[in-house]
């Protein structure tokens, strides 16, 4: 039933030797004297990197979902976490991270290493009290930055500078919980690749708008991560480059993710990472996500092009302005964090439903399978009014409950049922071989 | 064209024999701890019955939980596709189907033509679904079959502010304590269910005709209390428990 050829990426193998490279780094920081931190895939990465080039950092949500795709040790996490008497319906993430931390083993082998601080910012509940916790957990320094200030849309001067201030205040933080001197130029260089990675990261997610696409989503959740993980490092920008280039060589060669694409989906929120499986069972009907709003917008940073439609949001260096100072630096990525789209719905659910539609209609797809994910109230908030505005909108829409980090919450035969119904009403049915 | 469609609920198997778009007979089993062997016995009644022999079946579709395993089969719909087909094919103004089963609840909105719309299903939980009805009259001690009546000689609204089954069933302990009379506690615990099941209905919408089907639909005190709370008279059909497997053999008939 093949329509479109298909091969593995190119990259792929890079894609993964970065990962691993990520986290020994992390663990093997102490052994050159270098600096170990820890903090959300949230947090202004780009402003310890000021501290020297021997600063490594593990991003707790991909670190709890590397746990959570183990499911024997997710389950060991979680108990341990539950066993202190925190109540299961907190971020599954957090209770990965903790379990871990608790457990004091790394889910790349060894002991969970101990960071130097923690570094944070707040934006749902559970961002703050995570690292709080650790922090005391493991007695050491913790710093966050608030940056409540309300959707991008909204954005005044005033708000811009409370975030500004406090990322003034967390470098005179670090300087003094270091004991090292602070280095501008380091925060340019890494305020620079932040904004190239997560511009380019759009760049790519674009490329999808093709058809066939040229990536499924469950290949997006291996590539994306990198943006998660260390957005602000020249590797990772360089990476979306060759990574973007290798796409666009698939686009025009008709190079398919899956060579029998006849129906497009997009997801919506965090996966069960224990049951990516998901996404293969849909290629079975020829169905295709191509991506989400999350995969897109958690690290991609977007804008509405004079046309109306949505693209890769310019970077100030494409704009012809450099970066000299750093204050500059850091006005520039508190502005270009506060526009990413991902969290704008913290604030409405609208403002995500208008987004969502907006990659119905330019990527062209045929459906939207919304994961009501019990393991993030962060990114699941208003999910609901999002399912009312696509279904109101003429869009068929699906939910299916289940739980990024805990797998005992996920049913997988209840949701493939509800897969079969789905396709049924966009009048799929299963191809054989 | 002959066709039959199996219904392989969680509780019960139901067969319909279709010829040319009339029901040429139903049949019903318990499907026990042997669902297979009573899909089997069910399927040959129901072909006895229609006065056909085996071979002058030209398909056979299944449906409900344990479609997959159904013996004779060709293929396999979902309930919910099964349910909009049969519906619309017994009583065609209807848009909404409610289907209530043992272990699940489900609203479809539907086209003329029997195709879904949208839908939603009640999420792990068995406070939506037919088997907390059977639970709560095991709390009271009522017989199923009276649970529904006694709630009609009631005409006092107790909310019931539990979310799950097991704790509605602590509820309903307290209540009986209380010394409140059985009528009003069923009266309740219907109003409790239809209320949750209203709110999933909600998220496809209701347009009007509603209907009911599934096993739940024999219980009036249900019937009463959803139709209460949505606020519009909802369509019973005929033989509502074999609405899926109508669906089923409708869409073999469909198909080939
Ligand atoms: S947004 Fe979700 S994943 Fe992130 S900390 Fe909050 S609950 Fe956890």
New binding site residues.
């Given amino acids: 039933m093949a329509e479109y050829k298909t091969e593995p990426l190119k990259c792929w193998k890079k894609a993964k030797e970065l990962r691993l490279k990520y986290y020994k780094d992390y663990q093997d920081a102490h052994k050159t004297g270098g600096i170990r931190w820890t903090g959300?895939a949230w947090a202004f990465d780009a402003i310890p990197a000021g501290l020297g080039r021997d600063v490594y950092n593990i991003t707790g949500?991909p670190y709890g979902a590397s746990i959570a795709f183990n499911k024997p040790f997710s389950t060991e996490c979680l108990e341990a976490t539950e066993a202190r008497g925190w109540a299961r319906d907190l971020?599954s993430?957090?209770r990965n991270y903790w379990g871990s931390m608790y457990l004091d083993k790394y889910a790349f082998g060894g002991e969970y290493p101990k960071p130097d601080f923690c570094y944070q910012d707040h934006?749902?509940c559970?961002?703050a009290k995570?690292y709080q916790h650790v922090a005391e957990y493991k007695n050491i320094p913790y710093f966050c930055i608030d940056v409540s200030v309300g959707p991008y849309n909204e954005l005044d001067e005033n708000r811009l500078m409370y975030v500004v201030n406090q990322m003034h205040e967390a470098i005179e933080w670090l300087e003094k919980t270091t004991g090292r001197t602070y280095q501008d130029e380091l925060l340019i260089e890494a305020v620079e690749n932040e904004l190239r990675s997560t511009s380019v990261w759009a760049e790519i997610s674009c490329l999808n708008m093709a058809k066939p696409a040229p990536l499924d989503e469950k290949s997006m959740y291996s590539l994306y991560v990198h943006g998660t993980l260390s957005k602000h490092s020249k590797e990772v920008a360089d990476f979306y480059e060759e990574l973007r280039d290798e796409l666009k060589y698939r686009v025009d060669n008709q190079i398919a993710a899956l060579p029998n694409e006849r129906c497009r989906l997009m997801s919506d929120t965090?996966p069960p990472w224990g049951f990516l499986k998901v996404f293969r069972y849909l290629e079975k009907f020829g169905a295709i996500s191509i991506g989400s709003l999350y995969t897109f917008g958690l690290i991609g940073l977007w804008e509405t092009k004079p046309d109306g439609t949505w693209g890769p949001k310019t970077t100030p260096m494409q704009k012809g302005e450099k970066i000299t100072t750093r204050d500059q630096a850091l006005r520039i990525l508190a502005d270009w964090n506060l526009a990413k789209p991902e969290w704008q719905h913290f604030y409405d659910p609208d403002l995500k439903t208008k987004m969502m539609l907006q990659i119905v209609k330019q990527w062209k797809l045929d459906g939207v399978m919304l994961h009501l994910n019990r393991g993030?109230?962060?990114?699941s908030c208003g999910i609901m009014e999002n399912r009312l505005g696509i279904a109101e909108a003429g869009v068929p829409v699906m939910t299916f409950e289940g739980n990024m980090g805990d797998e005992r919450e996920f049913d997988e035969k209840r949701v493939m049922g509800r897969i079969d119904s789905f396709m049924e009403t966009l009048d799929l049915q299963m191809q054989t071989a | 064209m002959i066709t039959v469609g199996i219904d392989m609920g969680a509780k019960n198997i139901k067969v319909v024999v279709l010829k040319d778009r009339e029901v040429l007979a139903r049949s019903q089993e318990m499907a026990g701890f042997e669902p297979l062997e009573a899909a089997e016995r069910a399927y040959k009644r129901a072909v006895e019955k229609a006065g056909l022999t085996e071979e002058q079946v030209e398909a056979v579709y299944a449906t409900g939980a344990g479609r997959k395993s159904a013996p004779h089969t060709n293929d396999s719909v979902t309930e919910v596709s099964a349910a909009a087909k049969g519906i619309v094919f017994s009583n065609p103004s209807v848009r909404t189907v409610i289907d209530i089963g043992a272990e699940e609840g489900r609203a479809v909105k539907c086209t003329e033509q029997g195709k879904v719309e949208d839908f939603a299903i009640n999420e792990k939980c068995a406070a939506g679904a037919g088997s907390f009805t059977e639970a709560m009259a095991r709390a009271l001690d009522v017989p199923l079959a009276e649970f529904g009546q006694l709630s009609l000689q009631s005409s006092k609204s107790i909310p019931m502010n539990a979310q799950c089954a097991v704790f509605a069933e602590s509820e309903v302990v307290s209540l009986v304590h209380a010394k409140t009379p059985k009528e009003d506690i069923s009266r309740a615990v219907h109003d409790a269910i239809a209320s949750r099941i209203i709110s999933m209905i909600r998220r496809v919408g209701i347009n009007n005709d509603v209907a009911l089907v599934g096993g739940v639909s024999y219980n009036p005190g249900f019937v009463d209390s959803l139709g209460r709370g949505l606020e519009t008279a909802v369509i019973v059909p005929d033989n509502a428990e074999y609405v899926g497997a109508l669906g089923a053999a409708i869409v073999a008939a469909e198909r080939n």
């Fill in positions: 959300g949500e971020c993430y957090m934006i749902c559970s961002h995570w965090q993030c109230e962060g990114l």
